[in-house]
């Protein structure tokens, strides 16, 4: 049999990190007027922690293998752009908003297809994972392509995307990671001769 608690902790630290997504979304929309520093530590320490969470997924081998199947490069793209946040503030919060954009598309895109594939398994929400990934997409690219002129503006549609990008991944943790107790470990069949 197959240790579960990789897929435990991975399932866990997903869920975790999007309701801290999503509590971050808000309190960016909530109060667009934190300073840029602070946003920029916050931001740059969760950034880390779900790069770190997303690795951990993609090694897990989960039952259906959807929810973690392109995280791998996520989620070294997420430590790089938390890392960069974390090191240099104030130069990287000037890109975090079109960065930022860029991989809630790129995660969006990639969502859209495990929706689908989820579909083909026979998951019943698989359309409530593609109205999200679609929703976030279109998020990100009001991100990346009408920044706005005002601050204020700017933190609270980051907080948007930070929320919708948090309800994204939260409903794919809940919807398309399945643990089974008694799942017998990947074996290549072959024959001896």
């Given amino acids: 049999m197959r240790s579960t608690k990789i897929i435990r902790a991975a399932k866990t ?4 990190l999007s309701a ?13 007027r934190l300073s840029v520093a602070l946003i920029g530590d916050i931001v740059g320490i969760v950034l880390v922690a779900f790069g770190i969470i997303k690795l951990i997924g993609y090694f897990s081998k989960d039952l259906y293998r959807l929810a973690f199947q ?15 946040l974390l090191i240099k503030p104030e130069s990287a919060m000037n890109i975090l908003c079109m960065i ?3 991989e809630i598309i790129a995660d969006g895109l990639f969502k859209i297809q495990t929706s689908l594939d989820a579909k ?11 109205s999200l990934a679609i929703f976030a ?32 991944n939260l409903s ?5 990671i ?6 017998l470990p990947d074996t290549v069949e072959s024959e001896i001769y």
């Fill in 13 to 16: 630290g997903y869920i975790i």
């Fill in 20 to 32: 801290i997504f999503c509590g971050l979304g808000i309190l960016l929309m909530t109060d667009p």
């Fill in 70 to 84: 392109f995280d791998l490069a996520f989620g070294i793209l997420l430590i790089a752009l938390g890392l960069a």
């Fill in 100 to 102: 930022l954009g860029i």
């Fill in 120 to 130: 083909r398994f026979g998951l019943n929400t698989w359309w409530l994972m593609l």
């Fill in 137 to 168: 997409g279109a998020i990100g690219a009001v991100l990346i392509f009408y920044p706005s002129e005002s601050v204020q503006a700017l933190t609270w549609l980051l907080g948007l995307s930070l929320l919708v990008e948090g309800g994204l």
């Fill in 172 to 176: 794919v943790a809940l919807c398309a």
């Fill in 178 to 183: 399945k643990i089974v107790e008694h799942q």
